[in-house]
């Protein structure tokens, strides 16, 4: 389970770097996988406690992407490792990203067949292996670290003014011949403000939402030992706050804490533990955040005045939310969770019977419990009516809309329980024969995940692996692996497969003709091809029938209603349910000249066979409903690309300085789909890289000089539709008209890092791109029709440069379909991170206790650079329906003892 850091190979050729897993003991040095290692220290320059923002822009071929930026969640992070999702293990233990930046010691990504294949049923996209600190032998250690925070939020759509609103509602309503729906009148009144009632213009951003919000990080890290003791102890707390400017607030903290001890009892026996907690309270108002964001880029600015007086809160009978009264007055919403992960172990070494035989072993117990607490309450609101007097002049009235309830109790609205089990060992022989040195390994790993709703098996899954290698003169390496993984999903003889895996590596500058070469100090190359067996994704068994009561039985596509319950069959088992297979090929080289230029490159060619698809895909409806086909080993794809990193560093003047830039690219392509046979050839799949875009091609818009000769489309079209283009030929436009027209994921990654030491400055700089994609902005946001909601979009191009189609009360079937009017390139570049730093000299501290005392300003999401002015294109919809992305600064200090 733990790991012993022995040298690092990036200083000598010939050095060792020992990896202790649970899927064997590995000599990196004499090892056939590709290996990427990153200091905690580099990535502890990222401010605040995430490990998963620390990694943006890092490793070559990872791309790390955040879907949600509500304080006090875990920031929704996304990683994709060669196209892929990558393994997770922390000290060896399958824990997830359940890990503080601040107590990492290292980072490993492995990433190739050797290292997948011992993964089993997770080893389809290889591994993030974290080291915490704590796993070797030193003099104690203290470590304090204190940060406080300034998040300030970024982009947020551009909303209308409630004269622009009105206006935009004109045009659109006279485009549809209806004539104005505001008069000049209102539209002035507001825009001066002179009837904040009758006339209202609400700017929501600037009444709710604060520019920033703070945040405090604080953390001790304790860890020392010698060779018979070693132990490891950190407390890290972490506290936020929201940006709603007006009612409850977000305000949460969490405290994380592991403890870890590792103890020689004799020459034979070393028993290991630890146990990791993290305990959480967020608080909020009952309406949820996403919720907030919503309302407050829909909710037109002339919908209603907020309050009339000191307690009327006011809607309207199309818009029915009142934002102030909900968060003043809706109640209050308190978020618990509690984590645990408890692990103990027993190492066995045998060198005193066999030498290089030791047996290690453990067991880890995870925990996960939540509960949200919440008073929900209904302020009372009311709509506004305009009732004549006696003298004939309008009067303002109040109609109850909803009645104030209170909750007066607090109550429990949902919980969540999650445990899962895990045991695991490894027998490892080392020893040198001849001229070469043999590794072996035997190992299992079991993984129980109980579940306890009614319509969810247990997850079990059970892994052997039998590995071993061997480095002749360190120049010739050879590596072999059997894999066997059995699975709960699959039945028979399918439930226990074997899977095969082989590398070779070459150091050539350990040949004869280089081994003195003063230019080059490290080249190797070298290849690896493996099968991996995953199970799939959904959680029902596919191997068994499914029953479902309901008042629906199907016979054929139809379905008719009886009076009575009845159980009707909705899945078809399918006994031959198999495993899916990722055949993966790999090949790289490294190479180290003049002790300053690394190159790291990998060339990947996977392919995935045997994925899940539903039978019904394949044939016509007539056939029959889903129930009656079952589901099918069918899909195959094939995903290609590679990954690189090139630094340069210069440590040998008083001015210090290094460059790196890495890179990922793939592509992953449908070898054979589940999809109809078209007879338009265009129009299939097979073959075409799954990412993408079917739409139609676009011609501009209709003008008064060609709507005349308008082909049949999607309804009557008008001028300032949009146009497409026949591809078919056949004087009309319709579904067999669309083509691949862009691809929507991105086909490049990449990071850049730079950094300079000059005395006891430093400054450190990371930004991380995606590249070689499209994004569709056919979507809400830049969606305008109707009588609802539009944005400042309507009175400006699109991103991508085109006009706006025309705006229309009643939704144009027309303009909104796929086509490529709406495609930007989503190509963007951002600063994720920035530090600058000042170390007190060693003179400074010599006579005190202080080992070092670090000064820091840290800086993410620092700047970006995208086509997308509006909107971020990581996510589109930050600020629109969810927290924006925020920019986070943090000014601290961490010294050691």
């Not at 992407?65 to 999702?85: A, K």
């Not at 203290?142 to 300034?150: H, I, P």
């Not at 020689?264 to 630890?274: F, G, K, P, Q, T």
């Amino acid at each position: 389970m733990g790991n012993n850091i022995k040298t690092d190979t990036t200083a000598n050729k010939n050095s060792d770097e020992i990896l202790s897993t649970p899927f064997g003991v590995f000599n990196l040095s004499q090892s056939t996988g590709a290996v990427f290692k990153v200091s905690g220290n580099e990535l502890r320059k990222t401010p605040g406690n995430s490990l998963a923002e620390a990694l943006r822009g890092r490793v070559p071929g990872l791309k790390v992407t955040r879907g949600n930026n509500t304080p006090g969640e875990d920031g929704g992070y996304t990683f994709t490792l060669n196209g892929g999702t990558p393994y997770v293990l922390i000290d060896g233990e399958p824990r997830g990203l359940e890990v503080d930046l601040r107590e990492v010691e290292e980072v490993y990504v492995l990433n190739d067949a050797t290292f997948n294949s011992m993964l089993g049923i997770l080893g389809d996209n290889g591994l993030i292996y974290v080291v915490t600190k704590g796993e070797n032998a030193s003099k104690p250690i203290v470590e304090a670290n204190y940060q406080r925070g300034l998040n300030i939020r970024t982009r947020l759509p551009q909303l209308l003014s409630a004269a622009d609103y009105a206006t935009a509602i004109n045009q659109a309503s006279n485009n549809d011949g209806f004539g104005d729906i505001y008069s000049p009148t209102a539209i002035q009144a507001y825009r001066d403000g002179s009837d904040p009632i009758r006339y209202p213009n609400v700017n929501y951003q600037d009444m709710f939402l604060k520019q920033s919000s703070p945040s405090n990080f604080a953390s001790l890290n304790v860890y020392g030992g010698k060779d018979n003791v070693k132990y490891g102890a950190f407390l890290g707390y972490s506290d936020w706050q929201g940006l709603e400017k007006i009612g409850k607030q977000i305000n949460g903290h969490d405290l994380t804490f592991r403890t870890k001890i590792r103890t020689r009892m004799n020459d034979l026996i070393e028993a290991h533990a630890s146990v990791y907690g993290k305990f959480g309270q967020n608080d909020r108002a009952v309406l949820a955040p996403n919720t907030m964001f919503n309302w407050i880029s829909t909710t037109p600015a002339n919908a209603f005045p907020l309050q009339v007086g000191d307690t009327a809160y006011v809607v309207s009978n199309q818009y029915n939310n009142n934002l102030l009264s909900e968060l003043k007055g809706g109640g209050k919403h308190t978020d618990y969770d509690a984590r645990m992960i408890f692990d103990f172990g027993v190492d066995f070494d045998f060198k005193d019977y066999v030498k290089g035989l030791k047996y290690t072993t453990y067991a880890m117990l995870r925990t996960f419990n939540s509960q949200t607490l919440l008073a929900d309450n209904t302020p009372a609101t009311y709509t506004i009516n305009y009732v004549p007097d006696v003298n004939g002049n309008d009067s303002l009235t109040l109609r109850t809309y909803n009645t104030a309830i209170r909750q007066l109790n607090v109550s429990r609205s949902s919980s969540g329980i999650q445990r899962n089990f895990v045991y695991g060992g490894n027998v490892s022989y080392v020893k040198t024969i001849g001229q070469g040195d043999l590794n072996l390994n035997l190992n299992h790993l079991l993984y129980f995940q109980p579940t306890k709703a009614s319509g969810q098996p247990d997850v079990r899954q059970l892994t052997f692996n039998l590995n071993g290698s061997y480095a002749l003169k360190r120049k010739y390496i050879v590596f072999g692996n059997v894999n066997s993984s059995s699975s709960s999903k699959f039945i028979g003889a399918n439930r226990t497969r074997f899977f095969p895996t082989g590398g070779l590596a070459w150091v050539v500058s350990n040949e004869d003709f280089l081994k003195n070469n003063s230019s080059i100090n490290f080249l190797k190359f070298r290849t690896s091809y493996g099968v991996i067996g995953t199970e799939y994704a959904t959680s029902n068994f596919l191997y068994l029938n499914q029953w479902t009561g309901g008042n629906t039985i199907y016979y054929g596509i139809g379905g008719s209603s009886p009076a009575n319950s009845a159980y009707s069959l909705s899945q078809t088992a399918n006994l031959g349910i198999n495993w899916i297979t990722y055949n993966q090929f790999y090949a790289g080289a490294e190479l180290r000249m003049f002790n300053s230029f690394n190159l790291n490159i990998n060339y990947f060619d996977i392919a995935i066979k045997g994925q899940i698809a539903q039978a019904s895909e394949l044939y016509a409806a007539a056939l029959g409903n889903n129930v009656y086909l079952p589901y099918l080993n069918f899909t195959n794809r094939r995903n290609k690309g590679f990954n690189a990193n090139i630094s340069y560093n210069n440590n040998k003047n008083e001015f210090k300085y290094y460059v790196g830039v890495n890179a990922g690219y793939n592509k992953i392509t449908g070898e054979r789909i589940a999809e109809l046979p078209y007879p338009d050839q265009y129009r299939l799949q097979q073959g075409q890289p799954e990412d993408n875009i079917i739409g139609y091609v676009s011609d501009g818009l209709f003008t008064a000089q060609n709507i005349g000769s308008a082909l049949p489309q999607f309804g009557a079209v008008q001028i300032g539709d949009i146009k497409y283009k026949d591809l078919n030929g056949d004087n009309k436009i319709d579904s067999r008209d669309q083509k691949a027209i862009g691809n929507n994921t991105p086909r490049f990654n990449y990071g850049i890092n730079i950094g300079a030491n000059f005395k006891n400055f430093n400054i450190d700089v990371v930004g991380n791109g995606l590249a070689g994609y499209d994004i569709n902005l056919n979507r809400n946001y830049y969606q305008n029709f109707g009588l609802g909601s539009y944005f400042a979009t309507v009175n400006q191009n699109l991103s991508n440069g085109n006009a706006n189609p025309r705006l229309a009360v009643l939704k144009s079937n027309n303009n909104y379909i796929n086509s490529d009017y709406w495609l930007i390139k989503g190509d963007y570049f951002r600063i994720s991170l920035l530090e600058l730093g000042y170390t007190l000299s060693d003179k400074v501290i010599a006579k005190g206790p202080l080992n070092s005392v670090k000064f820091f300003v840290r800086g993410s999401n620092i700047a970006l650079f995208s086509k997308m002015k509006d909107l971020d294109p990581e996510d589109l919809n930050a600020g629109v329906s969810e927290y924006p992305m925020m920019r986070t600064y943090t000014l601290g200090a961490s010294l050691s003892f």
